[in-house]
């Protein structure tokens, strides 16, 4: 299983970025799928998630209204659309596979991350 994220990089306060996430290994109609994030001397926050049990998707209430996930299960590809960012949205992202269908459940794989930097 490969979770391959990308799309990071340095953007101003009120920018965008999309992030992609390439998975191999397994469907994303299978798992669960989402992103988290990290940053330095901080604790992991979950940021986003898509359960394929129903549907429903989730978003941390920092990010709500801000960003978007997707995923296109032609491209086996998980996205995240970031708009209006700021300073506190400075973190490595990760894309990340749950152990089942529902995003309550566990993390299972997750990848390398990628950064991104809201700076002026």
């Known amino acids: 299983v490969q979770l391959q994220a990308s799309g990071g990089g340095l953007v101003q306060p009120g920018g965008s970025l999309r992030l992609s996430c390439v998975v191999s290994?397994?469907?994303?109609?299978?798992?669960?799928i989402g992103w988290f994030r990290q940053a330095p001397g901080k604790e992991r926050e979950d940021v986003s998630c898509?359960?394929?049990?129903?549907?429903?998707?989730w978003y941390a209430g920092s990010v709500k209204g801000r960003f978007t996930i997707s995923k296109d299960n032609a491209k086996n590809t998980l996205y995240l659309q970031m708009n209006s960012l700021n300073p506190e949205d400075t973190a490595v992202y990760h894309c990340?596979?749950?152990?089942?269908?529902?995003?309550?459940?566990?993390?299972?794989?997750w990848g390398q991350g990628t950064q991104v930097t809201v700076s002026s």
């Open positions: 990340t596979s749950h152990i089942n269908a529902n995003c309550l459940s566990s993390y299972d794989y």
């Open positions: 898509i359960s394929v049990s129903d549907g429903t998707i």
């Open positions: 290994g397994f469907t994303l109609d299978d798992y669960a």
